[in-house]
């Protein structure tokens, strides 16, 4: 079946256009249940496996030189209230890598911490300049207030007055993953599922880092549903936490698969950059490697396949449990930014050329 542009352009926008996509909040209901009737529409059994995790909230007012400034917590910093104090600012690379942001963030905490300050302001330099949320896990949230702004704002923030005032907390919160069941794959003898995945969660409304992994996710389930073999569609909410749905359903479902496909971040965006990772067997190494090719994608045969840490996204998750698997996941000039919008970060042409390739290495995938 081929793909259809505009149809896989539309399931970005009807995604994007649900709101900012933040675990646990009223918009990620709204998307686990548009995400759930995409799948049963195209012939699935679907469920969800709900999961209940501490949920950062709060409301936050900083202003520069009196007048507002946007800004978005570091979740799980800290929780309590300031009232109007003045915060320490500095500035970050906000396109080195995870890790080496994650240290970066780290080193300026401490350094605001030992010289007293109750909250600190982050500037995220990057290509755009502009804000750059950051993925975080669950933890203690008692250290001081951190917020981050665009990065345009590092252009003289230490002569500006800043004021912050905030209230944070932490409440109950739920989520869930679905989990979609195309053909017969629970009885006694039937074959174990192929999986393809991909996370439903993300910071602001996400189009090219999730929604363009979505619509794929879902052009491709269409395709392998039509071929009547036993697949999940594992689709997860928690992605910015810490890959929170992904860890909970391995969790709980232990059962062997055929293999993994792992559709990640910014798959289909302009100026993307992409890597494919596999752990499959050496005849099918060189079809991967020119579909990586035709996708201008890194092409990455992991040293240690069990090793999370050799694996990007999500797929992280299923690495230890050594099933055959390719990830393709990446990064773009919008990602994680309010500006990763439909029209903004892709197009129909280019969904329609990522969906030939990512069909091509699903079938070298789940060809037996």
Not at 77 to 94: H, T
Not at 207 to 222: F, K, M, S
Request: aromatic share 8%; charged share 20%; proline share 7%.
């Amino acid at each position: 079946m081929p793909p259809d542009g505009a149809y896989l352009f539309d399931l970005v926008r009807d995604y994007a256009d649900l709101g900012d996509h933040r675990t646990g909040t009223a918009v990620d209901r709204a998307t686990l249940a548009w995400f759930a009737g995409r799948l049963a529409e195209i012939g699935a059994h679907v469920d969800l496996l709900d999961f209940d995790f501490p949920r950062f909230t709060g409301s936050w007012h900083l202003s520069r030189d009196g007048s507002p400034v946007e800004a978005l917590p570091l979740y799980y910093q800290s929780r309590g209230s300031l009232n109007g104090v003045s915060p320490a600012v500095a500035e970050i690379d906000a396109d080195r890598g995870e890790a080496a942001v994650s240290a970066n963030i780290e080193q300026e905490i401490e350094r605001a911490s030992a010289a007293g300050h109750k909250a600190l302001v982050l500037a995220t330099r990057c290509e755009t300049d502009g804000l750059v949320a950051k993925n975080r896990t669950l933890q203690e949230a008692d250290g001081i207030a951190t917020f981050l702004v665009a990065g345009v704002e590092a252009h003289g923030s230490h002569q500006a007055e800043w004021r912050l005032t905030c209230d944070l907390n932490l409440e109950p919160g739920r989520s869930a993953t679905v989990i979609g069941k195309f053909a017969s794959c629970e009885g006694p003898n039937d074959l174990p599922p192929w999986v393809i995945t991909t996370p439903l969660s993300g910071w602001f409304r996400c189009a090219g880092e999730r929604g363009t992994g979505i619509a794929l996710c879902l052009h491709l389930a269409r395709f392998c549903a039509r071929a009547q073999r036993p697949l999940w569609i594992i689709a997860p909410s928690g992605h910015e936490l810490g890959y929170m749905g992904a860890y909970r359903f391995l969790e709980t479902y232990q059962s062997p698969v055929q293999g993994v496909f792992h559709i990640g971040s910014s798959v289909a965006c302009h100026g993307r950059q992409l890597r494919l990772t596999a752990n499959l067997p050496g005849e099918k190494k060189e079809p991967l490697r020119a579909a990586a090719a035709r996708l201008g994608a890194a092409f990455v045969v992991p040293k240690s396949s069990l090793n999370p840490g050799s694996w990007w996204g999500e797929s992280e998750c299923w690495a230890p449990r050594g099933h055959p698997m390719v990830s393709i996941a990446g990064w773009a000039p919008h990602f994680h930014t309010p500006m990763d919008l439909p029209e903004l970060v892709t197009s129909p042409d280019l969904l329609i050329e990522t969906a030939s390739n990512l069909l091509r290495i699903g079938q070298v995938l789940f060809d037996d």
